[in-house]
Structure formats: C-alpha cells, structure tokens
C-alpha cells in the first residue's frame, strides 16, 4: 500500500523538485488510553517524499511533505486491574474481578503524514540563501493496532475473564493549519544548513473498533527538521529567456514531531466500563517522533 502512494505521488511530482528520505527513529505514545498505562515507545522507520522550498515568481515559494510511518512492535506488560480500583470498586465487585490481571498488550503503528506549505521570502539572496515565513495545511491518517498477547506461562492470562480481551484498531484522522518557517543557508559552495519549524492546529477524530469509541478531539501539532544538504556540483544552463539549474544533491538530517490533544478514554482493556467510569479515566493524549534520516533529490 505504502509503496503505491509513494509511487503515484513521485510520478506526479516528477517535473518538480523532489527528494526522497529514509528514517529510523523511535515513536513514543503517552495517555488517553485505558488499559495502556504510562507511556510506551518503539522503533519506526519512515518513507518520504519531500520539497522543503521552491520558488516561484521570485519569492513566493511552495513545499510539500508526505511521511509513510511504520513502527516495530511495541509491548507493554500491564500493570494488575486492581490499579484502577479507585475508579472501578463497583465494577469489580460486581463482575467478580477483584484479583483480575490484564495480559500484555501488542501495539503497532502505521499511517500516513502529509503537509502542504505556501509561503514568501522575507530574505531571498539566493536559492540556498533565504528566510520564508508561511502557512501549512495537512492530513495525519495513522492506525494503531492493538493486540492481546497471551503469555502462556502466566496463570493471570488464564483467567476466566481473558476472553474478554479483544484485539482492536484505533483510527486516528486530522487535519491541521497554523504557521510556519524555513530557511537555508551556504556554508560554502556544495554545502547548506536548512532549518524547517511548525507550529498548528489540529483538529480530528479518534475511533476504536472494539471499543465502539468515536471522539473529536482539539490539539497542537509542532514539526521541527534540521539538516545538511550536500551537492557535489552545480551547473546553469540558458536558451534564450529559459535558464535552469539542475541539480542531484543529498541530505542528512533530524526531525522531531509531536501531537498533543484534549482529554480523551478510550477502552483498550476489553472490558465493559460504564460512562461514569471512563469518563473520570479520561487524560491527554500525546504522539511523538524522533527521527534521523539521509536521502536523495534533484531540482531545476
């Protein structure tokens, strides 16, 4: 799937500038879910297609970014349901749960990020020297899968309540707008430091196939991506009033993104919580990522 979209969208990018990056990096996932206690982080790789900054009619500029992540699998051993017993005597008792285990749980992430950038130099001395101000509209589409994993060995997996636990998918859409700026600049003639900051709003929906759980939920979204860009040569060539400047060059660089949302729960365990219950559950959800990568691109 992942290959296609990229396929499709590098055929369609192909006349423009374009570079292609490959990261590895670590994700962490914090709160919002109940039955994932504290904060769980994993390995993930990335696959993107990218334009930081291109120009037209002299300072305007446009930039694109479409980032495919998938994560390694990410387990967590949960702690014993008796921690939620503040919140949950009633249930417990009534259920006879009161020495109930949740079993380790699996988690894995995969998903789409894409961002749309228009904006204008308010410093242009060249096309490896400026300072642009902007905006970025985009679209975060990941999924994460949550799975039980049983334990063999572990009586508390055993237990007659384990049926009760059931794998799920938990959608995660929004869209985002808010500021942005980016700048590069020569530290001699093949090489560029390059800077790129965000900082928006975001706005979506969460949904929990098992869970039946659809929630709107507000947030922020920041992106901050560093790095060196490297050309080994540079050439102009000129007919008549059409001048251009191809280019292959390479990148190394870092980027950290994050997503913060409102008070959200949404129920991972399995088992049936009445609305008073998930709802004094309910606690801020946050996704973030840190991520080296190098890659390859051309320009005219």
Do not use: C
């Not at 790095?227 to 009033?241: I, R, V």
């Not at 001048?243 to 660089?253: D, E, H």
């Amino acid at each position: 799937m992942k290959k296609s979209i990229l396929l499709i969208l590098s055929m369609a990018s192909s006349i423009f500038a374009s570079e292609f990056d490959y990261g590895v990096g670590t994700f962490s996932m914090k709160g919002g879910f109940v039955g994932l206690e504290g904060s769980i982080d994993a390995d993930v790789s990335t696959f993107s297609l990218s334009d930081r900054h291109s120009n037209f009619l002299k300072r305007f500029f446009y930039g694109y970014d479409l980032t495919w992540y998938k994560s390694e699998t990410m387990r967590q051993a949960q702690k014993r349901y008796n921690s939620y017993a503040t919140h949950a005597n009633n249930f417990l008792r009534d259920n006879g749960l009161s020495n109930f285990t949740i079993p380790a749980m699996k988690y894995e992430l995969e998903g789409l990020d894409a961002n749309v950038r228009l904006g204008y130099d308010v410093i242009h001395n060249s096309r490896d020297n400026y300072l642009g101000a902007g905006i970025v509209v985009g679209l975060s589409t990941p999924w994460i899968d949550n799975m039980v994993n049983i334990i063999k060995n572990n009586k508390s997996s055993t237990d007659s309540g384990l049926g009760l636990y059931k794998n799920s998918k938990t959608k995660i859409k929004t869209y985002k707008i808010g500021p942005s700026i980016n700048f590069q600049k020569s530290i001699n003639k093949n090489i560029s430091l390059y800077g790129l900051a965000t900082y928006a709003y975001q706005k979506g929906d969460i949904k929990n196939s098992y869970a039946k759980a659809d929630y709107s939920v507000d947030g922020t979204f920041q992106e901050y991506n560093f790095g060196l860009y490297f050309t080994p040569f540079t050439s102009e060539f000129k007919w008549g009033f059409l001048t251009l400047s191809p280019r292959i060059y390479a990148t190394v660089g870092y980027k950290y993104t994050k997503w913060d949302t409102d008070k959200m729960s949404i129920n991972l365990t399995g088992q049936e919580l009445n609305s008073d219950i998930m709802k004094s559950l309910e606690s801020s959800f946050s996704m973030d990522s840190s991520i080296g990568y190098f890659g390859v691109g051309y320009s005219f």
